[in-house]
């Protein structure tokens, strides 16, 4: 059963850091890219960062030089550093991957972590 648990999300002052965890499990971790997602309320759910098999990365172009994703293949976790925090970051922070589950993909999503940037 794949699950994927987020964590690290909290009250931050802008200017600020946060590091975001997401913990993988159920299935073959290094074999899948990964996602972060970002929903703030009113908003549809947007693509934040994404990392494949390779380690190789992409940001969307509100976050670029901003925040890192990056992954562990030993922990089965990924991370999403999150520098120079604006009140624009606040939102819910998804973790997703897509695994392929016998002969069809399916998609998965975490429960959220909260971020809130305010002073």
């Known amino acids: 059963q794949v699950q994927l648990v987020e964590s690290g999300g909290g009250l931050v002052q802008p200017g600020g850091s946060l590091r975001l965890s997401c913990a993988a499990s159920?299935?073959?971790?290094?074999?899948?890219?990964m996602k972060w997602y970002r929903q703030a309320p009113g908003k549809e759910r947007d693509l934040v960062a994404a990392?494949?098999?390779?380690?190789?990365?992409n940001y969307a172009d509100s976050v670029k030089g901003r925040f890192t994703i990056s992954r562990d293949n030993a922990k089965n976790t990924i991370y999403l550093q999150m520098n120079s925090l604006k009140p624009e970051d606040t939102a819910v922070y998804y973790c997703n991957t897509n695994v392929l589950v016998g002969l069809r993909w399916s998609n998965y999503w975490g429960q959220g972590t909260q971020v809130t940037v305010s002073s």
């Open positions: 990392i494949t098999t390779a380690g190789n990365t």
């Open positions: 159920g299935f073959a971790f290094s074999r899948y890219g």
